[in-house]
């Protein structure tokens, strides 16, 4: 059974840093492209960042140069590493590909970044 499990979110102060990790089981990431996406209360789910089977990587302008994502093929995991955070950045963050059709979504993990 395809699953993805997001872990890693938590309350932190603006200008804080948090890890964020998307566990896959019942196939292999590192086969696919896979984004980060959040979704804030009232808006769009967006996507924020992606890293494609080669490693190449692509960030929404708003997050551009404050987070970074990358793949653990060994671990079929893949992360996202977040700093200088922002009010904004509070959203409940996703894990998917970005190309076709999504798989089922998981259930998040909620970031918050308030003093």
């Known amino acids: 059974q395809v699953q993805l499990v997001e872990s890693g979110g938590n309350l932190v102060q603006p200008g804080g840093s948090l890890r964020l990790s998307c566990a896959a089981s019942?196939?292999?990431?590192?086969?696919?492209?896979i984004g980060w996406f959040r979704q804030a209360p009232g808006k769009e789910r967006e996507l924020v960042a992606s890293?494609?089977?080669?490693?190449?990587?692509n960030y929404a302008d708003c997050v551009k140069g404050r987070f970074t994502i990358s793949r653990d093929n060994a671990k079929n995991t893949v992360y996202l590493e977040m700093s200088s955070l922002k009010p904004e950045d509070t959203a409940v963050y996703y894990c998917?590909?970005?190309?076709?059709?999504?798989?089922?979504w998981g259930q998040g993990t909620q970031v918050t970044v308030s003093s």
């Open positions: 998917n590909t970005p190309v076709g059709v999504p798989w089922k």
């Open positions: 019942g196939f292999t990431l590192d086969y696919y492209t």
């Open positions: 890293i494609t089977r080669r490693g190449n990587t």
